[in-house]
C-alpha cells in the first residue's frame, strides 16, 4: 500500500475479517494508533491518517479537502472486502460527511458526532472546516462574543449558542446529508460532553435520517464524556486544554456498551482479547 503522508499507520491484523477502516482522530491532529491497533486486533485493517498538519496538508482544522479521505479510501480498497469509517468529534464530522459522499462506505461509526458542519479559524478568519471540488461546504458560525464561563473552558454552550443565534436556513445548508449514507451507521455519545453537544448532535442525526425511513444506531452514557473508551483501551492524555466532560468510568461503561454494536457494523470479531 502506497501512503500520501508518512505519518499514516496501517494496523494489519492477524486474521483479517475483510473490513478496512478508515480511522480519524478529532482535532488534536493525532494519528489514533492506540484504537488502530485494538481494532486489528479484531480483526480489521485500519488506516489511521493525519489530516491536517502533516506534509502538504492545512496547518490546522479549516478548510480540509474531503478528496483527502476518498483517496486514503482508494489506498485501503485493495487490501480489503469492504470499506468502513471510524471518526472521533472533527474526524465524525469529516466520516459522516465521506459516508455520504462516497457509496463504498458499508458502516459508519461516530463518536461524539456532529451534525452539523462547523467552521475553523485560518488565514485570520473563521472559515469552513471542510471543501469539496474546490469550494468550502456551508457551516453554522461561531457567535463571535461568546466567552467561556469556566477555566479550563467548557465549549459546549458556544456550539449551543451559535446553533440558537444561526438562522433555519443556515442550519439547514450547514447539516450533514446524513440521508445519503449507506450502510450502518453507529453514533456514540456522552450525557456529559462538555466539548459539544454530542447527544443532542446524535439525536438530530437519528431523527434525519428516520424521515428517509433509515435506521441509526446511537450509544449513549449520561455520565460519559467527550472521549468514549472501548474495552482494551488506555485513557488519551495531551491535547488542548479545555473541558471534556465525564470521567472514567462513566466513559469506559459506554465503550463497553458500544463496542458489541461497533464490533457487528465492522464485521469484527468481539470477543478475541481487548
Do not use: K
Request: net charge negative.
Amino acid at each position: 500500500m502506497r501512503f500520501t503522508d508518512p505519518e499514516w499507520l496501517l494496523a494489519e491484523p492477524q486474521a483479517p475479517t475483510g473490513t478496512g477502516v478508515l480511522l480519524l482522530a478529532g482535532s488534536s491532529g493525532r494519528v489514533d494508533a492506540g484504537r488502530a491497533e485494538l481494532l486489528a486486533r479484531h480483526g480489521a485493517t485500519v488506516l489511521a491518517i493525519r489530516w491536517f498538519g502533516g506534509p502538504g496538508q492545512q496547518p490546522g482544522p479549516y478548510e480540509v479537502p474531503l478528496e483527502l479521505f476518498v483517496d486514503a479510501l482508494d489506498q485501503l480498497e485493495p487490501e480489503c472486502e469492504r470499506l468502513a469509517l471510524v471518526g472521533t468529534s472533527f474526524g465524525a464530522e469529516a466520516a459522516l460527511l465521506v459516508a455520504a459522499l462516497d457509496g463504498r462506505v458499508t458502516a459508519t461509526v461516530a463518536f461524539a458526532p456532529s451534525a452539523y458542519v462547523w467552521p475553523g479559524y485560518g488565514a485570520d478568519r473563521w472559515t469552513s472546516h471542510w471543501t469539496w471540488q474546490g469550494s468550502a461546504l456551508p457551516f453554522v458560525p461561531l457567535v463571535e462574543d461568546w466567552t467561556p464561563d469556566s477555566d479550563p473552558p467548557a465549549y459546549r454552550g458556544w456550539y449551543d449558542e451559535s446553533l440558537a443565534a444561526a438562522g433555519p436556513e443556515v442550519v439547514d445548508a450547514a447539516a450533514i446529508p446524513v440521508e445519503r449514507i449507506g450502510g450502518r451507521v453507529v453514533l456514540v455519545a456522552g450525557g456529559d460532553d462538555q466539548v459539544w453537544p454530542a447527544v443532542d448532535f446524535a439525536a438530530a442525526i437519528a431523527d434525519r435520517r428516520q424521515r428517509h425511513l433509515l435506521a441509526t444506531e446511537v450509544v449513549v452514557d449520561p455520565g460519559a464524556g467527550h472521549r468514549t473508551l472501548l474495552p482494551g483501551e488506555a485513557p488519551v492524555v495531551g491535547g488542548q486544554r479545555m473541558q471534556r466532560g465525564g470521567a472514567d468510568g462513566a466513559d469506559r461503561a459506554l465503550g463497553a456498551r458500544a463496542w458489541p454494536v461497533i464490533a457487528s457494523a465492522l464485521a469484527l470479531r468481539a470477543s478475541d482479547g481487548g
